[in-house]
C-alpha cells in the first residue's frame, strides 16, 4: 500500500476565493499531493508536499476524505491510498511556483475557473472534494467572521 497527502488550499482574494491547482505529469488538473515520508503523519506530509510542489505555506483546516486506487509499480498493481484536506494559504500575497520535476504548473484559479477546469481535465473520483470543501471554506470563514 502506498499513502500520499495532499489537497485542495485556499486563499481570499478581492473577488472571492481562489483555489491553488496543479497540472501533474500526466496531463491532468488536479491537488498537489505527494507520499508520506518515514514517521511522518498526514497532515505534515499534506502541508510538506504542497510546500515541495507550489512553493506555498499552508495550514490545515479540516479532513476532506480518503480515496484508494490501483496504481502500476514496476510491474506491479499496488493500492494507493491518498488523504485530502482542506487547507487555507498562509501568505495571501504569495503566487506558486512549482517544482518542474514534480508538477507541470501550479496555480491559483478563480472557484469556478477552479471547479470547469478541474471538470474538464481532472480525475474524475476527485468532483466530490470541491463541494465538500466549499462547505467546509464556509463554515470556517462564519467561525473567523464570529471570533473577530
Do not use: C
Not at 483555489?19 to 514517521?39: A, C, M, N, Q, T
Request: no cysteine; aromatic share 10%.
Amino acid at each position: 500500500m502506498e499513502r500520499a497527502a495532499g489537497g485542495l488550499v485556499l486563499r481570499k482574494a478581492r473577488t472571492g476565493f481562489q483555489v491553488l491547482l496543479i497540472d501533474d505529469r500526466y496531463g491532468h488538473v488536479s491537488f498537489p499531493k505527494g507520499h508520506l515520508e518515514f514517521g511522518e503523519t498526514w497532515e505534515d506530509a499534506a502541508v510538506r508536499e504542497i510546500f515541495e510542489e507550489t512553493g506555498i505555506k499552508s495550514r490545515i483546516l479540516s479532513l476532506l476524505g480518503n480515496v484508494e486506487y490501483p496504481i502500476k509499480r514496476k510491474g506491479l498493481t499496488v493500492r494507493k491510498q491518498v488523504r485530502l484536506f482542506v487547507l487555507e494559504a498562509i501568505d495571501e500575497q504569495a503566487e506558486p511556483v512549482h517544482q518542474a520535476n514534480e508538477v507541470e504548473s501550479a496555480q491559483y484559479f478563480a472557484w469556478e475557473d477552479a471547479l470547469r477546469l478541474h471538470m474538464e481535465r481532472g480525475y474524475v473520483d476527485l468532483n466530490w472534494v470541491f463541494d465538500k470543501a466549499k462547505t467546509l471554506w464556509d463554515w470556517h470563514e462564519k467561525l473567523t467572521e464570529n471570533e473577530s
